[in-house]
């Protein structure tokens, strides 16, 4: 086997075993990518220095017998939208080229203290705006399992490069769906955690009451690994929860005997891909052949939550953005020309700097908060938002006879072709129809891979959606874990 | 309907500046996002309470302590300065 196509909790046997080196580790991913990031793109930028005296110092602990953690020597790629010190960090964006961050966020200094070694920073639609990679400012990421196709987004980089084995594993962030949909059309793991459970501090900011951070990975085991060092509070981030941590990892093995699925009739609609159908039904079947049993539920605001997240995200979206003003950092029209007055600055410098799909997003949420319009669209989103979480718990009420888990498809369709949704705006919102309703409720959920279904002669991996109660990470993580082995997907894209 | 003036008044509002192809482009595609919002006008939300965080957390308050000072940091990343001050251009420009 090849050492870049190890686990996180493989890789990490070996090295407690002294089988392996990091350097050894390290130096394997990196010839890996040497072979295939000229055709993946899941790189914005690529650390090989700095990684390579990571993986030097994580081996001398070990030999001292100092290792700090798990993921001590682990080669991680991070997502471009958090904040690392001294390491430039562009959100994918222009407005953002040749920032370099003062500081490091909570979950990249979090993963350095564990002894992580960064691989590099992965691409994303520009400020997580999107379902494809295709808005990035630098060019989009490739699907490994079909070079046509996107990989998804926004996580899509760091999806794509674990998929295509560039790291052990990876750290997104998801604010409708951008760690789940692209982990669904990449075939790996995605978990986004309840609101809170995970700092948001370092992270460029989308949509503040959305977003969350979480673990890509090629196995559920090395997800709930990541967990246990980046869930937590955090002073740096009020809204952080002070709940303990469990250990995600020493309690995946849970007999589902009697364990309640829920099956929402709402997501199972037209629309759906039949292929996709048929691996979602599949893997609820075999998760009954395990001992669980489906119930029939219905979330009856399902059909109003796309609404919803789109004038909440993007109300959001609006004020986030309003700091990228020329003045303070990133791009700006005042390095070539310091005589321009203030209002000048401000409209070229947002003008020239923000993508077209970030435009589109600032003007939304001006509109939605506007005088005259804020009770018509962000007021009735926001009551809206409590009819959506409400349905969840209930779903999950457990005195009255509530489900465990719930399973939806992540996405309607498998990985589409680079091009095919970018000129319609709608119909690139559409292919998160299953996602974004889970971040207005704030509950946590993963996606698993389930099976493939075959276009153009190629295999391309669905994955199913597991829903959990809020802080419910735990059982969904087990409930994966389990499908994870009764399904036993041993193919990998052939790059 | 979202028209032409509507995606001008925004885009103003917003400080953004836009071209004239994007202006047309912008304001039909804007348009199809939001068809997409009609039907919130279709549930009754009489009496139904705002969420707009789902942590149920309220103050959250720290001690009031100094933290190591960053400013030469986060200076390294300003577009226009004067040793340690960041230059803002007049708010008022002159008469051409």
Redesign the interface.
């Known amino acids: 086997m090849n050492l870049y196509e190890l686990t996180i909790s493989s890789a990490s046997k070996l090295l407690n075993e002294k089988k392996i080196s990091s350097v050894d580790l390290t130096k394997a991913i990196f010839e890996r990518i040497d072979k295939v990031e000229p055709k993946i793109k899941a790189y914005l930028k690529v650390l090989k220095e700095s990684a390579l005296a990571e993986a030097k110092e994580s081996d001398k602990r070990r030999k001292a017998g100092k290792t700090l953690s798990k993921i001590d020597g682990i080669p991680l790629s991070i997502k471009d939208l958090f904040c690392t010190r001294d390491v430039e960090t562009t959100a994918a964006s222009n407005i953002l080229k040749d ?2 961050p ?2 490091d966020s909570t979950i990249v200094k979090r993963l350095k203290d564990a002894g992580m070694v960064m691989v590099g920073k992965t691409n994303l639609d520009a400020f997580a705006h999107g379902s494809s990679t295709e808005n990035s400012d630098f060019g989009p990421t490739h699907n490994p399992w079909d070079l046509d196709r996107v990989p998804g987004g926004s996580s899509g980089g760091s999806a794509a490069a674990v998929a295509a084995d560039e790291c052990l594993g990876s750290i997104g962030t998801d604010t409708g769906g951008s760690i789940r949909q692209p982990a669904s059309l990449c075939g790996v793991i995605g978990l986004k955690p309840t ?2 459970r995970v700092s948001r501090y370092g992270v460029i900011a989308m949509a503040s ?1 959305l977003d969350v951070v979480g673990p890509i990975t090629k196995t559920t085991e090395d997800a709930a690994l990541l967990m246990e060092i980046i869930a937590g509070r955090d ?1 740096l981030d ?2 952080t ?1 002070d709940v303990p941590v469990p250990k995600y990892s020493d309690n995946l093995d849970r007999n589902l005997k009697g364990l309640k699925v829920g099956i929402p009739k709402e997501y199972f609609t037209s629309g759906m891909d039949k292929d996709v159908e048929e691996i979602v039904k599949g893997a609820i079947k075999k998760l009954e052949s395990l001992g669980a049993k489906s119930v029939e539920i219905s979330l009856p ?1 399902t ?2 939550a ?3 997240y ?2 909440i995200q993007p109300a959001e979206v ?1 004020s986030n953005l ?1 700091r990228y ?6 791009f ?1 029209t ?2 070539k020309n ?1 005589n ?9 410098s ?3 700097g ?1 993508g ?1 799909e970030a ?2 997003r ?3 949420g ?2 939605v908060l ?1 005088a005259g319009y804020y009770d018509a ?1 962000y ?9 959506v ?1 409400q349905d969840f718990e209930k779903a999950f009420n457990s005195s009255a006879s509530g489900v465990d888990v719930i399973i939806t498809p992540v996405s309607p369709t498998p990985a589409f072709k680079i091009g095919e949704k970018t000129s ?3 119909k690139m ?1 559409l292919s998160d129809i299953y996602t974004v309703p889970i971040n ?3 509950v946590p959920a993963i996606s698993t891979p389930a099976g493939f279904v075959n276009r153009d002669g190629k295999n391309l991996p669905v994955g199913i959606q597991i829903i959990g109660p ?1 802080l419910g990470e735990e059982i969904i993580l087990q409930v994966s874990h389990q499908l994870e082995k009764a399904i036993n997907i041993k193919q990998k894209p052939d790059i | 309907m ?1 028209k032409k003036d ?2 001008l008044l ?2 103003k ?6 071209t004239d192809i ?1 202006i047309d ?2 304001s039909r ?2 348009n ?2 939001f ?3 009609e ?3 279709r ?1 009754k ?1 009489e009496g ?8 149920g ?1 309220g103050n ?1 308050l ?1 001690d009031d302590k100094v933290v190591p000072d ?1 400013s030469q ?2 200076l ?5 300065r004067k040793e340690n001050l ?8 002159e008469k051409q």
Do not use: C, W
């Open positions: 920032f370099i003062p500081y609101y809170g009451s002073p009020a809204t929860l605001h059909d109003y796309l609404a919803t789109y004038i609006s309003s003003d020329g003045i303070k950092y990133g700006s005042l390095r310091k321009q007055a203030l209002e000048e600055v401000y409209f070229s947002r003008g020239q923000f077209d435009k589109r600032i003007m939304l001006t509109y506007s669209y007021r009735r989103a926001l009551k809206l938002r409590t009819l979480k319609d705006p709608v919102y207005p409720a704030g809020i | 979202i509507d995606v925004v885009a509002l917003a400080r953004l500046q836009l994007q482009k912008f595609q804007l199809g996002v068809d997409l919002f039907k919130i006008d549930v939300l139904v309470a705002e969420t707009s965080q789902v942590t957390l959250v720290r960053k940091d986060i390294r990343n300003v577009p226009y960041i230059v803002v251009p007049k708010i008022i420009a």
